[in-house]
């Protein structure tokens, strides 16, 4: 079988950051894949998947209910090497274009006090896993060394 294009990427290189992963075109529509990338490949300690999950939850609720973008937002998910998430966009955007979002969602994340949404046995299939102190703390982490100071290298994938 063939290398899909996701594992073509040079993950040696890969920074934290917002990457586009892929553009998908669905009819006449854009869906943007995005790469959510809080840790370095093979380089750090990756994400506990407690935490994850509850960045998964808190980001779902975040964006789904977003003013602007609630209609535009199809899909948030971990990444199963546990080093970020996948978000995909109905819409042709750079990761330039949805920082500020991304800067408010884990804004939302770090700032976030009380019951993680969904996680009643009927609204999630393993509401233990999760870890809200650690999704706070991953998300204060994320935000003051990557996204409050983004690069060309945290916004672009490697050549
Ligand atoms: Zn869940």
Not at 29 to 43: G, H, L, S, Y
Not at 82 to 90: P, S
Not at 98 to 110: K, N, S
Request: charged share 30%; proline share 7%.
């Amino acid at each position: 079988m063939e290398k899909i294009p996701s594992f073509q990427l040079d993950h040696i290189r890969l920074k934290r950051g917002i990457y586009v992963s892929r553009k998908d075109y669905v009819g006449d529509e854009v869906i943007t894949t995005f790469d959510i990338r809080m840790k370095e490949p093979n380089r750090e300690p990756v994400l506990g998947a407690p935490e994850l999950h509850t960045v998964e939850h808190l980001a779902a609720t975040y964006l789904r209910n977003h003013p602007d973008y609630k209609d535009r937002i199809v899909f948030w998910g971990p990444m199963g090497c546990l080093t970020g998430n996948y978000f995909l966009m109905r819409g042709d955007y750079t990761s330039r274009d949805i920082l500020p979002l991304m800067q408010e969602t884990f804004r939302f994340i770090r700032d976030f006090e009380g019951e993680v949404p969904g996680t009643e046995p009927r609204d999630c299939g393993n509401c233990l896993l999760h870890n809200l102190p650690m999704a706070k703390y991953e998300a204060e982490k994320y935000l003051r060394e990557v996204l409050d100071v983004a690069t060309e290298e945290n916004l672009n994938y490697p050549d």
